[in-house]
């Protein structure tokens, strides 16, 4: 039977200027622990602390530019584009340019903070 969601659920961010999570699935918005799927919006000079997730991440930028860090390389996805960073990971992300950037992220198994693994 389908499950339809009339709304998503905002959730808090870490990060160092507020950036909105609109989750549709996942683990607070639908109760599923396999995949979440939320609609990002980050502003100019957003930046979150580095990650090693135990989840691969699907992110697909509507607007603007999304800047990836790894180990090894920086990543610019512009609008239009997308990325697969890959669970064990050491990632960071940021949104550095005056656009600020809209995206969708989707997370498999289901973002959580438990399994996020963020620095301090």
């Known amino acids: ?3 339809l969601i009339e709304k998503p659920t905002v959730i ?3 990060g160092t200027i507020p950036k909105i999570i609109e989750e549709y699935f996942g683990r607070v918005n639908s109760g599923n622990e396999q995949i979440s799927i939320a609609r990002m919006k980050s502003p100019a ?8 997730p135990e989840f691969d991440e699907y992110t697909v930028v ?13 990543y ?19 949104t550095p340019f005056d ?5 969708i992220a989707v997370c498999m198994p289901a973002f ?6 963020r620095e301090q």
């Open 99 to 103: 656009e600020g950037a809209e995206y």
């Open 12 to 14: 808090p961010a870490a």
């Open 62 to 74: 509507l607007k603007g530019l999304l800047r990836v860090e790894t180990k090894d390389k920086v």
């Open 1 to 3: 039977m389908p499950i």
């Open 112 to 117: 959580s903070p438990e399994t996020v693994h």
């Open 76 to 94: 610019d996805v512009k609008a239009g584009s997308a990325i697969l960073t890959k669970s064990g990971e050491w990632i960071r992300y940021s």
């Open 45 to 52: 000079g957003w930046i979150e602390p580095a990650q090693q």
